[in-house]
């Protein structure tokens, strides 16, 4: 089952990159980017495409940072908070226990 997993992971990775490499050699134009205050010497449209890309994917990942650490502070005081519990209720089957005896 490893194996597959491994296989076809494989297979989507080279896929993937056959793809990129389609797309660098069928976009080949140069392109300036003229941005408001400034322009960006001209590059390859599909270097432009991939900064772009790349860009969105890391502040895409910055926007969810907050939700990722919240979340996660949840879980560890519910993990302490689930330790407490468990914690008491082996107390109480003891204390339970002791009585009986």
Do not use: C
Request: hydrophobic share 55%; no cysteine.
């Amino acid at each position: 089952m490893r194996w597959i997993k491994g296989l076809l992971l494989a297979i989507i990775l080279l896929v993937v990159l056959l793809v990129g490499i389609l797309f660098a050699v069928n976009n080949q134009q140069t392109v300036a980017l003229n941005l408001i205050w400034t322009e960006l010497p001209p590059v390859s449209l599909s270097v432009w495409l991939l900064a772009t890309l790349t860009f969105g994917v890391v502040l895409g990942m910055l926007a969810m940072l907050g939700v990722y650490v919240r979340l996660k502070t949840r879980l560890a005081r519910s993990e302490r908070h689930n330790r407490h519990q468990q914690k008491e209720l082996d107390r109480l089957r003891t204390q339970e226990f002791k009585e009986l005896v």
